[in-house]
């Protein structure tokens, strides 16, 4: 089993930034950050390797957000700038033991309980 916990959301401006982080009771091969809007399927946001750190984005995360993570701290992070209204949604940080998944999110065995990312306009 592993333990998600993600931090890191809140209010911002359009235009901002924010970073959320997550941390994992135990290594896993890939990780995963997606999104929900009430009403609306659960997306896919980007994902990261973590034996070589490959990185994938879906194209409205491209240029704006990074992945990244911490192999000693157990963490993961994503970087969000110059976010839009359209990125308000709870964030949830999800983790893999395949090293070959990215957006498909029936590939992720365990999820964090989200955060709220609210941008106003």
């Known amino acids: 089993q592993v333990h998600l916990v993600e931090t890191g959301g809140g209010l911002v401006q359009a235009g901002g930034s924010l970073r959320l982080s997550c941390t994992t009771s135990?290594?896993?091969?890939?990780m995963g950050w997606f999104r929900q809007v009430p009403g609306k399927e659960r997306e896919w946001v980007a994902a990261?390797?973590?034996?070589?750190?490959?990185?994938n984005y879906t194209d409205s995360a491209k240029g704006r957000f990074k992945i990244s993570r911490d192999m000693a701290k157990y963490a993961l992070y994503l970087q969000m700038n110059t976010l839009k209204p359209e990125d308000t949604a709870v964030y949830y940080c999800?983790?893999?033991?395949?090293?070959?998944?990215?957006?498909?999110?029936?590939?992720?065995?365990?999820w964090g309980q989200g955060t709220q990312v609210t941008v106003s306009s």
């Open positions: 999800a983790a893999s033991d395949s090293p070959l998944v990215f957006g498909d999110e029936t590939r992720y065995a365990y």
């Open positions: 990261i390797r973590l034996r070589d750190g490959t990185t």
């Open positions: 135990r290594r896993t091969a890939t």
